[in-house]
Structure formats: structure tokens, C-alpha cells
């Protein structure tokens, strides 16, 4: 809904014309009906953005002109909010306090502390492969609608026949965090190769892919135009632009927590698949498979929640898979191991039944087409202080504790007997 109504609101400053969000709120509401929910439009006009939806609450982005006419109506039905969010444009403010160019390459003056741009992170991947010959190789996965090159790391020390790990980062724009961990990922595995057990023997057994930032487009624009951008860039000839890339996956396609809307932030696409981000990624890995390649994990990582789900996620009413106890064991140690960093929760459980269903979304398809035993979403930092919107001191702290529950699910592959779906 939000392109619509920010039309207004952009400021242009010389060439490049930046959204603002003076006074725009984050309002956490805990509704208890169901029908709630359709009166949102009805009374917004449509102005609104809802940032994450669980069972049990909404976190919603509005702007200054309807927080009173939503306020209202919230007390009219005695319905439980908090103000998440007092000016989502000082936050933005505050999220790069250095707000440092950073062109460094994959040496020693990198900074992996601070979000980069598209061109710093696409330089990082050229530079950190060629600084670490024999273990890391730079592959092209694609295009992107606007022509930028998606790029992945392969990492892992022999040159074939091991099965593979897929990490896919910044599917949606916005969510800064996933492709900064998805780079700290990379280099503290890399750095502990060779000195750490695990880290040493996971890629001696496996290809790592990871892919930092997926929805290229969307990224640039979160940086040039609009800080709250989430879907890709393409527009198919209507008021809207944009695909939810995480409801355009086969698996459920159009299911419930997709929108057919093109003004929607889920819009699913006109099909699966529709988008040529998505059929670069996932022709890419699926040729591996058919080439012989079996993926044993995959994980797209997402902000915010603090969250680590399993399929299905596309209904509550679906199966359990076979593995159900595989994943949710794995997650769960993981999400200890993780913990005793920072003490940092998070919530392990089924996408659908424990969270919210959502159609086409990227971890059914793991399972379901990549067919990977381990398949999963997480949402990293925060609960919602910050939400989309972390300042970069979290970076690091967020990039440790990952990497220590990744090593504790490494562990567990290496453990696992058979690590391939129960058929
Ligand atoms: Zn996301």
C-alpha cells in the first residue's frame, strides 16, 4: 500500500528524489478478531505498511496524517497498542551515524561494521574471492530486472562432487542486516578454515553458496530513493511497482499471506516465477541438482523477529513434513548455540501453524523443489525496537552469534547420518 501514498511525500534534492518519513510511526496492535484486519483499508485509505505480522500482533508503519484516525478506531474497539516506533525518519537518521563511503575491497580496509552499498558489496565479493584462492570462487548467478549482476561466493576446498549449502540473503530490500551478516557469515568461516574443527571439516564435506543480496534492485533503492523499500523493481504497466520476490516461489504460489494487488507489499507476481531474479537463483541451484549436486541445507535470511521457521509455510492446514523433528531439533540447538553469545531469543517453530501462513515463500521451495533436508527462514534482530531499521553497532554482535548458531547446524549435518529428506 505505502508506494501509493509516499507519492506525495517525496522531496526532491538535485537529481535523486528520496522518500522521508518525518513523524511516520511503527504501532504494534494486538487485534483480537480476525475481521479487524479488513477495516484497516477502509479506514487508512490504504496508508499504511504493515512491517510483520505473528498470530498474536501487527507491527504497522503510518503515516503522521492517519496515526489519530487509526488511534481512534483502536480505542473505539478496545484494541491493545504500543507506539513500536515514535519517527521512523530519526531512526533512519541514526542508522549510519558514520554513513562512511566505504569502497574497500575484500583486504584489510573493508569495514564490516557499517551496511555497504550494492557496487561496495559486489567489489567485496571480487576482492574476498581472489584473497582467498582455493577455497572461495566468484560466481554470476544473474541479471537482475534493471541489468545489475547478482552475484554468489562458492566456498569450499574441493573443486567437486561434495553436496552443497545454499544461504541466500536481501530477498527484500529493506532488511539491511541479512546481506551485512550474510558478508560476516563468510569471512568468519573462511577466517576459522583451516583452525577450527567445524568450520574446517564443513568445508572440506560441502560447497557453500551464499548469495549476500538477491534482490539487487530493490537494494540500490533502499539506498537511492526509499529506506523502506522491500519488493524488486519491476513494474508490470500498472500504478505500482514491485514483486514480493518471497511470494513468487512455486511451492503454494498465490496461497494466503500473498496479495494479487500490484499496490500490495506482498504482491506474489503474475506468476510464479515471474520475476528474472527469481528464475536466475533458482535455475541456477536447480541445475546443480539436476547435475548431480544434492543441497542438504538452505536458509534465506530475513529481518525482523528474531525468528527461525520451517516448512510448510504456505498453510496451516498442510502436512507436517517428514522431517519435522530433524528441523525443529536442528533449529532449536542452533538457537541455543546462538543464545549463549549475547543471550539473544529466538522463537523456533512451522512457518503457518506457529507463525502466519504465507504463499510462495522461499523456504517451501527449499524443501520442496531444492530438496534440502535443513530448509528454513530466519528473521534475525531485532523484536522491533529498530525493526527494519538496525543501527550498525548491531551488525557485529548480530554476525557473532549467527555464526555460532550456523556452526552448531554445521555440526549437526556432519552428524546426521543421513542428511537427505525422508521420502
Ligand atoms: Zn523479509
Same mark, same amino acid.
Request: a negative charge.
Given at each position: 500500500?505505502?508506494s501509493?501514498f509516499?507519492?506525495?511525500?517525496v522531496i526532491a534534492t538535485?537529481?535523486?528524489a528520496?522518500?522521508h518519513?518525518?513523524?511516520?510511526?511503527v504501532?504494534?496492535?494486538?487485534?483480537?478478531?480476525?475481521?479487524w484486519?479488513?477495516?484497516?483499508?477502509?479506514?487508512?485509505?490504504g496508508?499504511f505498511?504493515?512491517?510483520r505480522?505473528t498470530k498474536?500482533?501487527?507491527?504497522?508503519?503510518v503515516?503522521p496524517?492517519v496515526?489519530?484516525?487509526?488511534?481512534?478506531?483502536?480505542?473505539r474497539?478496545n484494541i491493545d497498542?504500543?507506539?513500536m516506533?515514535e519517527?521512523i525518519?530519526?531512526l533512519?537518521?541514526q542508522?549510519?551515524?558514520?554513513?562512511?563511503?566505504?569502497?574497500g575491497?575484500?583486504g584489510?580496509d573493508f569495514?564490516?561494521? !557499517?551496511? &555497504? +552499498?550494492y557496487g561496495?558489496?559486489?567489489?567485496w565479493v571480487?576482492d574476498?574471492?581472489?584473497a582467498?584462492k582455493?577455497?572461495? +570462487?566468484?560466481v554470476e548467478?544473474g541479471? =537482475?530486472t534493471?541489468g545489475?549482476i547478482?552475484k554468489?561466493?562458492?566456498?569450499g576446498s574441493q =573443486? #567437486?562432487n561434495?553436496p552443497?549449502?545454499?544461504?541466500?540473503?536481501?530477498? &527484500?530490500?529493506?532488511?539491511w542486516i541479512s546481506p551485512? +551478516?550474510?558478508?560476516?557469515?563468510?569471512?568468519?568461516?573462511?577466517?576459522e578454515?583451516?583452525?577450527?574443527?567445524t568450520?574446517t571439516?564443513?568445508?572440506d564435506?560441502y560447497?557453500?553458496?551464499i548469495i549476500?543480496?538477491m %534482490? !539487487?534492485?530493490g537494494?540500490v533503492?533502499?539506498?537511492?530513493n526509499?529506506?523502506?523499500?522491500?519488493k524488486n523493481?519491476?513494474?508490470?504497466g500498472?500504478?505500482?511497482t514491485?514483486?514480493?520476490?518471497n511470494?513468487n516461489?512455486p511451492?503454494?504460489?498465490?496461497g494466503?499471506?500473498a =496479495?494479487s494487488n500490484?499496490?500490495?507489499?506482498?504482491y506474489?507476481?503474475?506468476?510464479n516465477? #515471474?520475476?528474472?531474479?527469481m528464475?536466475?537463483?533458482?535455475t541456477f541451484f536447480?541445475?546443480l541438482?539436476?547435475?548431480?549436486q544434492?543441497? &542438504?541445507?538452505f536458509?534465506?535470511?530475513?529481518a525482523y523477529g528474531?525468528l527461525?521457521l520451517?516448512?510448510w509455510?504456505?498453510?496451516?492446514?498442510?502436512?507436517i513434513v517428514n522431517?519435522? %523433528?530433524?528441523?525443529s531439533n536442528g533449529?532449536n540447538?542452533?538457537?541455543?548455540?546462538?543464545?549463549s553469545?549475547h543471550?539473544?531469543?529466538?522463537?523456533?517453530?512451522n =512457518?503457518?501453524r506457529?507463525?502466519?501462513?504465507?504463499g510462495?515463500?522461499s523456504?517451501?521451495?527449499g524443501?520442496d523443489?531444492?530438496k534440502?533436508?535443513y530448509?528454513y527462514?530466519?528473521?534475525l534482530r531485532?523484536?522491533?525496537? &529498530?525493526?527494519?531499521?538496525l543501527?550498525?553497532?548491531?551488525i557485529?554482535p548480530?554476525?557473532?552469534?549467527t555464526y555460532?548458531g550456523m556452526k552448531n547446524?554445521?555440526q549437526t549435518?556432519?552428524d546426521?547420518p %543421513?542428511?537427505?529428506?525422508?521420502?
Amino acid at each position: 500500500m505505502k508506494s501509493v501514498f509516499i507519492l506525495c511525500l517525496v522531496i526532491a534534492t538535485g537529481l535523486a528524489a528520496k522518500v522521508h518519513y518525518d513523524n511516520f510511526q511503527v504501532l504494534r496492535i494486538f487485534p483480537t478478531e480476525e475481521r479487524w484486519k479488513q477495516d484497516l483499508e477502509r479506514v487508512l485509505g490504504g496508508e499504511f505498511d504493515i512491517w510483520r505480522e505473528t498470530k498474536e500482533r501487527i507491527d504497522i508503519m503510518v503515516g503522521p496524517k492517519v496515526v489519530k484516525k487509526l488511534t481512534d478506531m483502536l480505542k473505539r474497539r478496545n484494541i491493545d497498542y504500543d507506539v513500536m516506533v515514535e519517527d521512523i525518519q530519526s531512526l533512519i537518521d541514526q542508522e549510519r551515524p558514520s554513513a562512511k563511503i566505504n569502497i574497500g575491497g575484500g583486504g584489510s580496509d573493508f569495514d564490516y561494521n !557499517v551496511y &555497504h +552499498t550494492y557496487g561496495e558489496i559486489m567489489t567485496w565479493v571480487t576482492d574476498f574471492a581472489s584473497a582467498n584462492k582455493g577455497l572461495v +570462487t566468484e560466481v554470476e548467478v544473474g541479471e =537482475s530486472t534493471e541489468g545489475r549482476i547478482i552475484k554468489a561466493l562458492r566456498i569450499g576446498s574441493q =573443486s #567437486s562432487n561434495n553436496p552443497g549449502i545454499y544461504f541466500q540473503g536481501g530477498i &527484500h530490500a529493506r532488511e539491511w542486516i541479512s546481506p551485512a +551478516t550474510m558478508i560476516n557469515l563468510a569471512r568468519k568461516l573462511v577466517e576459522e578454515y583451516g583452525s577450527d574443527d567445524t568450520a574446517t571439516k564443513i568445508l572440506d564435506a560441502y560447497d557453500l553458496y551464499i548469495i549476500p543480496t538477491m %534482490n !539487487v534492485d530493490g537494494y540500490v533503492y533502499t539506498h537511492t530513493n526509499d529506506r523502506m523499500w522491500r519488493k524488486n523493481r519491476k513494474n508490470y504497466g500498472t500504478a505500482c511497482t514491485g514483486v514480493d520476490m518471497n511470494r513468487n516461489y512455486p511451492t503454494g504460489f498465490g496461497g494466503k499471506g500473498a =496479495s494479487s494487488n500490484p499496490c500490495s507489499e506482498t504482491y506474489h507476481g503474475p506468476k510464479n516465477i #515471474s520475476e528474472v531474479e527469481m528464475e536466475a537463483v533458482t535455475t541456477f541451484f536447480l541445475d546443480l541438482v539436476a547435475d548431480g549436486q544434492d543441497f &542438504h541445507l538452505f536458509i534465506d535470511f530475513h529481518a525482523y523477529g528474531q525468528l527461525w521457521l520451517f516448512p510448510w509455510g504456505y498453510s496451516r492446514t498442510a502436512p507436517i513434513v517428514n522431517d519435522y %523433528n530433524d528441523l525443529s531439533n536442528g533449529a532449536n540447538a542452533a538457537a541455543a548455540a546462538l543464545k549463549s553469545v549475547h543471550g539473544t531469543e529466538y522463537f523456533v517453530g512451522n =512457518s503457518a501453524r506457529d507463525m502466519y501462513p504465507a504463499g510462495g515463500a522461499s523456504e517451501d521451495w527449499g524443501y520442496d523443489k531444492l530438496k534440502a533436508k535443513y530448509s528454513y527462514i530466519i528473521e534475525l534482530r531485532d523484536e522491533g525496537r &529498530h525493526g527494519f531499521l538496525l543501527p550498525e553497532k548491531f551488525i557485529e554482535p548480530t554476525g557473532d552469534e549467527t555464526y555460532a548458531g550456523m556452526k552448531n547446524l554445521f555440526q549437526t549435518l556432519l552428524d546426521d547420518p %543421513n542428511p537427505i529428506q525422508k521420502s
